[in-house]
Nanobody, 123 residues
Framework: QLQLVESGGGLVQPGGSLRLSCAAS????????IGWFRQAPGKEREAVLC????????IDADSVKGRFTISRDFAKNTVYLQMNSLKPEDTGVYYC????????????????RGQGTQVTVSS
């Protein structure tokens, strides 16, 4: 079964950190572009970061530059999103997805996505 499963969300105070995990099964990350997205209530989906099959990283959201990083572990077939210096505006449901296209394409589609994990930044 092809799937992505996220974990690691939660409630954190402003300035805090979280690391989200995206575990893939049924396919290998080595041959796929994986993106992290987020969606806040009442807002459009926003691409956050993407890592290509070759390891190139694309920062899709300017607001996370210098605060969020993406990485992967082939042995665990998992992609991570490290989020530091979190702000209330980072609140939303975060999910990972296997892209049909390339990282950085604002209209990129995906064929597999996880169920999402809630991140709430609040004091």
């Amino acid at each position: 079964q092809l799937q992505l499963v996220e974990s690691g969300g939660g409630l954190v105070q402003p300035g805090g950190s979280l690391r989200l995990s995206c575990a893939a099964s049924g396919f290998s990350l080595r041959f796929n572009n994986i993106g992290w997205f987020r969606q806040a209530p009442g807002k459009e989906r926003e691409a956050v970061l993407c890592i290509s099959r070759s390891g190139d990283i694309t920062i899709d959201a300017d607001s996370v530059k210098g605060r969020f990083t993406i990485s992967r572990d082939f042995a665990k077939n998992t992609v991570y999103l490290q989020m530091n210096s979190l702000k209330p505006e980072d609140t939303g449901v975060y999910y990972c997805a296997r892209l049909r296209g390339v990282c950085g394409d604002p209209n990129v589609e995906y064929d597999i996505r996880g169920q999402g994990t809630q991140v709430t930044v609040s004091s």
